[in-house]
């Protein structure tokens, strides 16, 4: 099944900075890709969805892309305000058969006013 | 407001006393499943359904079991609950395997 790896450290970043973290997958390459927010204790809330044929996609001051030759993914906040700290998780499908996701740990971000 | 409910939202019990963590969805999803989350691991699949009366293994069904008799109801049952299984538990719910909406979440203590 996919393995996802995902930056342990927290990113701290100042306000108005493009927050960058990244998503490194290491078996096949998936139909699709997301991304999710989750709070301390809450449960994660979906924020995008990349698929395989699609280089890049934005949302308001969001961005995701997907290479799929470097088994990556990148996710970008724009003009990153202290409301944005949160953990950010990566989503694949379990296998090739997107029977079911499986989630990468996450990496906290820390953006300071 | 399109939703998934957990309940309850604490809980703390003693081993080996059966238990059941219910989760309804408003949004008529075919697909649920539960997980689980500890610090230091991350999300991890317990179980999934990809519809009615079709249930699935994730990666840690251990010590859990599940039922999909109606398309709303994704319940989580622990047998016998062991100190381990003292976690953070999401149920999510979607329309097939895509974006998740999650439930609020249930902290289980087993002492």
């Known amino acids: 099944s996919q393995k996802i790896e995902q930056n342990s450290e927290a990113l701290n970043i100042q306000e108005g900075k493009t927050a960058t973290l990244t998503c490194n997958y290491t078996n096949y390459s998936p139909a699709y890709l997301q991304w999710y927010r989750q709070d301390p204790g809450r449960g994660p809330v979906f924020l995008l969805l990349i698929r395989e044929n699609e280089k890049e996609k934005r949302k308001e001051r969001l961005k995701v892309t997907f290479d799929t030759t470097l088994k990556q993914s990148l996710f970008h906040i724009t003009a990153s305000q202290p409301a944005d700290s949160a953990t950010y998780l990566c989503a694949l499908p379990r296998d090739s058969g997107y029977s079911t996701l499986t989630f990468g740990k996450g990496t906290m971000l820390l953006v300071s006013p | 407001e399109a939703q998934v409910t957990q309940n309850p939202r604490y809980l703390i019990t003693v081993t080996g006393k059966k238990l059941t963590v219910t989760c309804s969805q408003n949004m008529n999803h075919e697909y649920m499943s539960w997980y689980r989350q500890d610090p230091g691991l991350g999300l991890r699949q317990i179980y999934y359904?990809?519809?009615?009366?079709?249930?699935d293994k994730g990666d840690v069904p251990e010590g859990y079991k599940v039922s999909r008799k109606e398309k709303r109801n994704f319940p989580l049952i622990l047998e016998s609950p062991s100190p381990n299984q003292t976690s953070l538990y999401f149920c999510?719910?979607?329309?097939?395997?895509?974006?998740?909406?999650f439930g609020n979440g249930t902290r289980l203590t087993v002492t």
């Open positions: 359904s990809m519809n009615v009366e079709v249930t």
């Open positions: 999510a719910s979607s329309l097939s395997p895509g974006p998740l909406h």
